[in-house]
């Protein structure tokens, strides 16, 4: 048997089963039997960028708000932003029904960079976290006003680019290049922009493998998933490639 193998893969393929339609968590039956598998690598991905920063898998598009001890929850549609000011339009309109009350929460930006709630008259605020309010908008864990405020401000610049990274998982005995308890079988760095295609190719970056723990492992198909920086599942998707490297145990 050869040293190692390349076998290339599309989620577009007769071979692939998808769960609940998504091929961001697709099953690959494989046509033969592979024994004595060392490590595999990561050898190529070609992968087309299309789910959105604000989406219903990992709370950003969760707002929830306490004025004054009454709380407001708000879950905005799934949608790509590239304009923070189309966001904060978005919030504010879902916050319509309370009318002209002084209550009312108005989002804005100040100075170009950072996300600003106001009232009517002094209250007191509660920020609950999430993705969205501490990524995306700014506000540090656990916000809350050290007494009744007409308005309060971000401690941080707002982000919509937070995906910064994603990672492939394949469920198979094995240890990889990752720490922590996230499932991380390979991580593939991005600039949080959909409709992009990340391409990773052969020797173009730095290696990346996991090792098989169990040398009597047989391999006849594989699981793999795609979950954001948090741990979250992504199912905005359309199909992508990979190939994968098999390196094998020597006989000698």
């Known amino acids: 048997m050869a040293s190692f193998d390349l076998l290339h893969f599309d989620t577009n393929d007769s071979n692939s089963l998808f769960t609940a339609n998504n091929c961001y968590d697709t099953t690959f039956t494989l046509p033969n039997a592979y024994r ?66 002084p209550s009312r929460p108005i989002f804005s930006l100040e100075n170009e960079e950072f996300v600003k709630i106001t009232v009517g008259t002094p209250k007191d605020f509660i920020l609950f976290d999430s993705v969205l309010v501490n990524l995306v908008l700014g506000f540090p864990k656990g916000f809350k006003s050290n007494s009744k405020v007409n308005f309060v401000r971000a401690s941080y610049h707002y982000n919509l680019n937070y995906d910064n990274f994603i990672s492939l998982y394949l469920n198979i005995p094995s240890t990889c290049t990752s720490s922590g308890n996230r499932l991380i079988s390979y991580k593939i760095p991005l600039n949080g922009l959909a409709g992009m295609v990340y391409y990773l190719g052969q020797n173009s970056t730095f290696e990346q493998s996991i090792v098989i723990t169990d040398q009597n492992f047989v391999l006849t198909g594989f699981r793999i998933q795609v979950f954001d920086r948090f741990g979250y599942p992504i199912t905005q998707a359309t199909d992508y490639t990979f190939t994968l490297a098999f390196f094998y145990h020597c006989d000698c």
């Not at 709380?71 to 304009?83: A, F, G, Q, S």
């Open 36 to 101: 004595r598998i060392r490590k595999i690598n990561l050898a190529s991905l070609e992968m087309p960028i299309v789910f959105t920063n604000i989406r219903n898998e990992n709370t950003s598009n969760i707002l929830k708000i306490s004025i004054d001890g009454v709380i407001h929850t708000r879950v905005l549609d799934k949608k790509n932003y590239t304009d923070i000011q189309d966001l904060i339009n978005d919030i504010n309109t879902s916050f319509d029904f309370i009318g002209v009350s």
